[in-house]
Nanobody, 122 residues
Framework: QLQLVESGGGLVQPGGSLRLSCAASGFTSDYFAIGWFRQVPGKEREGVSCISSSGGSTIYADSVKGRFTISRDNAKDTVYLQMNSLKPEDTAVYYC???????????????WGKGTLVTVSS
C-alpha cells in the first residue's frame, strides 16, 4: 500500500526551471525523511537532495547546491524539488525515496517511486 509517485518531469532548455513533486500515500510522511535521486543509464545513482521528516534540515549534492531547493508540505504528503538554472548534465530519471528516519541518509532509503524523466536540451 506504500506508494511514492513523482511528477513534473519533462523537456526544458538549459537555464530553465522545473519543479518536481513527490506525492506519498499509504503511510504518514511526517515520520519519513525523503530524498531525491537521479540516474542516467549506465551510471551510478546519485543522491541529489534530502529533507528531514519535519522539513527543518536539508542536504544537497555539491553538483546542485545553489540551484536546487527541496521542500515539503506534510499536510499534503508532498515533497518538492525546485530545479533552477538547469544544465544538460542534470538530464536523468529523477526518483524520490523515503526512509523511516528523522534525519537524512542517502543510503537508508527503503521506499522508492518509479521516477520521472528530466531532459535538459536545446
Amino acid at each position: 500500500q506504500l506508494q511514492l509517485v513523482e511528477s513534473g518531469g519533462g523537456l526544458v532548455q538549459p537555464g530553465g526551471s522545473l519543479r518536481l513533486s513527490c506525492a506519498a500515500s499509504g503511510f504518514t510522511s511526517d515520520y519519513f525523511a525523503i530524498g531525491w535521486f537521479r540516474q542516467v543509464p549506465g551510471k551510478e545513482r546519485e543522491g541529489v537532495s534530502c529533507i528531514s521528516s519535519s522539513g527543518g534540515s536539508t542536504i544537497y549534492a555539491d553538483s546542485v547546491k545553489g540551484r536546487f531547493t527541496i521542500s515539503r508540505d506534510n499536510a499534503k504528503d508532498t515533497v518538492y524539488l525546485q530545479m533552477n538554472s538547469l544544465k544538460p548534465e542534470d538530464t536523468a530519471v529523477y526518483y524520490c525515496a523515503a526512509a523511516p528516519i528523522s534525519w537524512c541518509n542517502f543510503d537508508g532509503m527503503k521506499y522508492w517511486g518509479k521516477g520521472t524523466l528530466v531532459t535538459v536540451s536545446s
